[in-house]
């Protein structure tokens, strides 16, 4: 390629980011002048109808992607039972994917339902502090009456932000590489799946009649949630709310974005449609005050695939949220985000966990 022809790339590139950025700042002016600050009234069915037609076609579909082998799921299923089924927070262990113990943080509200109450895995951010999260959660979910469940990844079995958020390669660089060169990790083997089989096996323990769970991550907790959505075949998530992730896997093939883990150019084939993505009861949570940028928070991923969703969480959370609305619209296909401001609020989960609780659960 001749330097002049590279040079105009560049600026080309430029000014559509340029652009873009410009009509997130519009949109998040827009949320403030209307008054679309307060929490959203959602009346959507708590179901699985929004799963593509392939997922309802195949019922046997959810439980047949979390069996990859008969081993149990609990290290120890009496004690796992007993902590499910009492009241307050405790403790117990799976056998993770990985053959090593994960350590599930629980708490059960004072009236839950085993058969009908709503299962909530919560996720945690970059800091690995699950027990921290749990506590946070439970005041919410007291309120609301619904199980908690935080998954440990920890540092010792997920060393890097990659291993927990973006478990999809089996070795060497997430890039846009790894499927044409056999790395790309079997999609019932990642992280995400651990979800899905704890699920299943927090639902047999219960005897619950609940068809799905409840999604919440903040930060890296928030990257995980989105990623689960788009490289998961049929997750069985009633709603989700990801808040203040750092950055985003743009749901396009657009050759306008950097290729993956920046957007879905590159990925393997079948994660490359986005429509699964796009058609989830996902709902992006926004802290109006997380606004720092790479020189003042050194967790926030300051590459160039990054950069070019926006300077800080804010605005690389309107990114995503545009992004996905304008490939959905390119495509015809159906789209069910929303994208919600909370204000006041920096990144700390506390400030908005109680929001996502009324986003998921109020009637």
Request: hydrophobic content about 40%; aromatic content about 8%.
């Amino acid at each position: 390629m001749t330097p002049t022809l590279q040079n105009f790339r560049q600026r080309a590139r430029l000014a559509h980011w340029s652009s873009l950025h410009l009509l997130v700042s519009i949109l998040i002016l827009v949320f403030v002048v209307l008054g679309v600050l307060g929490l959203p009234q959602l009346a959507e069915a708590t179901d699985l109808t929004w799963q593509p037609v392939t997922c309802r076609a195949d019922v046997a579909v959810a439980d047949s992607n979390t069996t990859i082998s008969n081993a149990p799921i609990f290290v120890n299923a009496t004690l796992a039972r007993e902590v499910l089924k009492t009241p307050g927070t405790g403790r117990l262990q799976i056998s993770s994917l990985q053959g090593k113990p994960l350590t599930v943080h629980v708490f059960r509200p004072s009236q839950f339902d085993s058969l009908t109450g709503r299962i909530w895995f919560v996720m945690h951010g970059t800091g690995r502090d699950a027990e921290r999260y749990l506590k946070t959660a439970a005041p919410v979910a007291e309120r609301h009456q619904v199980l908690v469940v935080v998954l440990e990844f920890s540092r010792n079995d997920y060393p890097t932000g990659d291993a927990y958020t973006l478990g999809v390669v089996t070795r060497g660089r997430v890039d846009d590489h790894a499927a044409e060169e056999g790395r790309w990790r079997n999609p019932l083997q990642t992280p995400y799946m651990e979800i899905e089989r704890t699920f299943s096996a927090v639902r047999e323990a219960l005897q619950s009649r609940q068809p799905g769970y409840f999604l919440f991550g903040h930060s890296a907790g928030a990257q995980f949630v989105h990623r689960l959505l788009s490289f998961v075949r049929c997750p069985r998530v009633l709603k989700a709310v990801a808040a203040n992730a750092g950055w985003y896997t743009l749901p396009t093939v657009d050759k306008k974005w950097p290729p993956f883990p920046y957007s879905l150019r590159g990925a393997a084939r079948e994660f490359q449609d986005p429509g699964q993505v796009l058609a989830a009861p996902l709902t992006v949570l926004l802290g109006t005050r997380d606004t720092r940028g790479k020189e003042e928070d050194t967790n926030l991923r300051g590459t160039e695939g990054a950069i070019v969703q926006g300077a800080n969480r804010l605005q690389r959370g309107m990114t995503y949220y545009e992004v996905g609305r304008q490939a959905a619209h390119s495509a015809n296909k159906p789209f069910a985000w929303k994208v919600q401001l909370v204000p006041g609020a920096g990144h700390e989960v506390a400030e908005v966990i109680a929001p996502a609780g009324q986003l998921l659960f109020a009637p």
